[in-house]
Structures are given as C-alpha cells and as structure tokens.
C-alpha cells in the first residue's frame, strides 16, 4: 500500500529533459544577474565567493540520507515562491538594480526546491540553501556606508593601538600622522576584505556547531566585533612597523603577508568564541566535539542485514519530475524567459534633449562661475551621458557653491544615477546629520523644491550639502522612491531618463550652518530655474 501511494518514477529521458529546460529557462530569466554577480567576484572582499555555491551544494549533498528519510514529495507551495522571483527578477531588470535580481535568483531556488522536495524535504536543505547568500555582493550604497564607518573605526581604535607603546601620533579624519610619515587608512583597508569572509565562515561555524540557536546567531554576530578588532591592530602594528622602518613597511609583499596573519588571526578568534560559548554552556572537550562533521562527512553505511519486507522509500527521480507541480515550474520559467528575451527588443523611449549642460551659464545674477572637470576614472564609474561640474563665488562671500548635475538618457543596468549617500562616506568624510527639507518656492513655476540636506565633515572641515533626483517631471529625495518609479515608467512610459542635481558648500570653522544654508538656498533659486530645461521632464 505505501509503495503504491509514492510518486511513479518517470522515465529517465522525461525529467532529464524536464530539468535541461529548467536549467535554460532559469538561465535565460538570471544571465544578466548571475554575470554580474560573478563579476563582482573579483573584487577582493568578494573573492571567497566562487566557493559558495559548492559547498552549499556538498553541504546538500551530506544531508542526502535525511532528505530520503523524510520522505520528500511534490508540492505546490513552491509555484508562488517561483513567481514571487520572477517578478522581482522584473523589477530588479526594469529598476536597474542588480542586487535585486541577485536575491531574486535565491527565492526562485527557494522555490524549486520546495516544488520539487515539497515543505518536507525543505526543512532538511534550506540552511544550506541560505548559505548561497553570501554570494551575493552588498548593495553600493549599503557598501560605501559600511567601508567609510570602519574606516574611520579602525583608524581611532589603530590610533589607540599606537599610543599604547608610547608614540606620539595624529589622527586627522582616516589619515594617521607619524611626524615623519603620513599613513592614509584608504578604503583597502576598511576591514571588508576580513569581515565578509569571516561571516560566511561563521555562518558554516553556527551550521556544525552544536548547541542552542542564541549561541549560533552570536557565533555569526560576533565577526564583525572581531573584524574591527584585528583590523585595527594591523593597521596599529603597521603604523609602528612605519615608524621605526620606513614607509615600505605599508607596501609590497610584505603588506599583503600581515593581511593573510591578521586573517589567520581573525579565524583563531572566531574558534575561540565557539569554544567560550560552549564552556559557558557547561559544555567540555576538544573543539572537534563540539561540531557535527556528520553534516561535512556523513559516516559511511554499513551493508544492512537481509530483511523479507524492507522499508519503501523512493528514488530520488520519483520527486524530480512527472509531477504536475513540476511541469507547472517549467512552464513558467518558460514564459518568464521568453518574456526576458523580448525586454530588450522592446526599443526604449529617450527623450529628445536639443541642449546639453555645456549650455548651462557661468554667470547667473551676481554669481560668477568657473567650469570643472572630472577625472576619466570617475567618469568611467558614473556612466553618465551628460554632467556639469562647476564652483561659483559672489562679491561678500568668502566660500564657493560647487554645482554637479548628472544626466543619464537611459538608467538600465550598470549605467544609473549614484546617490551622493553612497558616495559621500570614504575619504574620510562622514555623513553627521541628514533630514530632508523643503526650499519654498525654489521650485519649477514658483512651486516647492524638496532636497536632503546633509552635513558632512573630515576631522575640522565641514561641508553642507543639497541634492535631490530629477526623474522625469519628478523631484524626489528617496532612493528607494526613485527606484520604485524607475519601475513603474519603465513599465508604463518606456522610459528610465534621469538627472541628479548636488551642490555643496563649505562651512568656515567655527561657524553654525545657517550662513552655509543662505547660501545653497540662494544660489538654487539663482540656478535651478536655467538648470530645469536640461532636466528629464
């Protein structure tokens, strides 16, 4: 009876070819996404990530004998997972941002698996399946704020490091001065290269370790703690090794070798927080006891005895294919390609713009202007089509107004507008208050301007910035707003033209804002109404 009640094997030929249309389909509807991740594997904080999707297919693999066990079956619950990935892999396609179709991808796995090996069989493989996460590189923003935090962390706390053996040192925003040398904490050495492999490693740790699940979050928590601890005492002990040796102490090889040292370091100290939480835990014994390597290495089976009535279980083709569930998944990843395949042939809508910033005057009012431009590297990362770059001055003030704006004719992926959010933390500049506020009557036809306002400072300097997005019509402060009606018009309009409009300027020392506020608010009044025609309208 039971035997009868599991799925029918299909024939072999049926679910392999089931599984090739998957894969294409899955393929064809990611490609973008997936060469993108791969590409930002290359970056050096990333470069553990070729090994990921391999060991969480081993770890998948070691967990075969528990999958069987628990008798997995078919299920329909993964069809709407399936979809619900899809439909972010649209929005991450037509809204341009990367990370989005990266996440995406792993919901749709979420998804397969749980249509193919239903709920069952999921509880025994979705740790392994989550660990596919750290594959995937931090959102821009998300890694400029976090690398220009540690930056300046690790230079304090390296500081710190120094004067504890008796030199006498200066800190000045992430530049460290030795008297002799001066020691520049550059966004290499912001600690990412350690911290995003220790949390993987910690979260295969918090996988083996055996004990409660407070103890295993703790386990993966604990390596940023760690993170910023090592990384301080390296630059620390560089900033001595400079002092006493020379500037090619923090250059070459032998740089790079402190890095693996501090990282071998930074290991030891992970084990040692796994070894502390099991002795808090009542727990003895050598660290080997206090993992499960049955989950690494599954002990190998001994040949069981003959039985007259052995206990069914399927094979394992038995929940792969034939299913209806499973070809409902395959269909769908077959109309979700195909409608991929068709997005770039859909010709997009560029606006005709008959002038460009070099129109833009230098004079405005009583305000002079002088033209800038920017370094090529700069303007290879940006991908704009058009920007003006320009510091204007007036009779009685003693600060210039630096103006920037950035057009973009379309904002598919890789070429879309950069949020100075993400790009202000770095240099050793920090983001020290932000809010939005709303300039009266600035506007287009006397209306309001919305704008962040933002105060930033490196070490004594300070500098008060305005910028807002002009996004077809639209004057918007929110990153997350812009994204979301980049979507929408590119869905409905057929269109993802775009601008970003900044200008700064300087705070005097020891001095409050509101002068620096006049100012911005005078020269956007002067400026924005001759900047709005070169704007997506």
Known sequence: MLASALPRPAPPLAWIVLAAVAAVGLYLVFSDGIWHMVAGWGQEEYSYAYIIPLISGWLIWARRDALRAARPAPSWWGVPVIALGLVLALFGELSTIYTVIHYALIVTIFGLALTLIG?????????????????????????????GRLQLISS????????????????EGNVIDLGTYKLQVAEACNGLRYLFPLVS???????????????????VASALPITILVNSVRIGVIGILVHE?????????????????????????????????????????????????????PPRRRPAAASPSPSPSPPPAAVVAASPPAIA?????????????????????????????????LRLGEWRGTERALDQVYIDVLKFDDYLLADYTRPGDAEPVQLYAAYYGSQRKGASVHSPRSCIPGGGWEITRMEQVTLRG????????????????????????????????????????????????????????????????????????????????????????????????
């Open 119 to 147: 709920p069952r069989g999921l509880k025994v493989v979705w740790a392994p399946l989550l660990y596919l996460a750290f594959m995937v590189p931090l959102p821009q923003f998300l890694y400029q704020g976090l690398s």
């Open 156 to 171: 304090e706390l390296g500081v710190g490091f120094i004067r504890l053996f008796g030199y006498s040192v200066f800190l």
């Open 201 to 219: 490693f910690g979260y295969l740790c918090a996988l083996l370790y055996r004990g409660p699940v407070w103890q295993k979050l703790l386990l």
């Open 245 to 297: 040796a020379g500037i090619e102490m923090a250059e070459g090889f032998l740089h790079a070798f402190e890095g693996w040292i501090i990282f071998i370091v930074a290991l030891a100290l992970l084990f040692a927080v796994m070894w502390l939480l099991a002795r808090l835990s009542g727990r003895r014994g050598r660290l080997g006891d206090l993992l499960q390597t049955e989950l690494l290495w």
């Open 329 to 361: 998944v395959v269909a769908l990843l077959v109309a979700a390609a195909a409608g991929m395949l068709a997005l770039p042939g859909r010709a997009e809508e560029v606006p005709a713009r008959p002038q460009g910033f070099a129109t833009f005057p």
């Open 442 to 537: 600035a506007g287009p036809a006397g209306g309001d301007l919305p704008v962040n306002r933002v105060l930033i400072a490196n070490g004594p300097y300070r500098q008060l910035v305005y910028y807002w997005f002009d996004q077809r019509g639209r004057r918007m402060t929110n990153e997350y707003h812009v994204k979301l009606m980049l979507f929408w018009d590119a869905l409905t309009r057929n269109r993802t033209d775009g601008a970003l409009v900044r200008v700064v300027t300087t705070l005097p020392p020891n001095s409050d804002a509101a002068a620096a506020d006049r100012r911005l608010d005078d020269f956007v009044r002067a400026a924005y109404p001759r900047l709005v025609p070169l704007l997506p309208s």
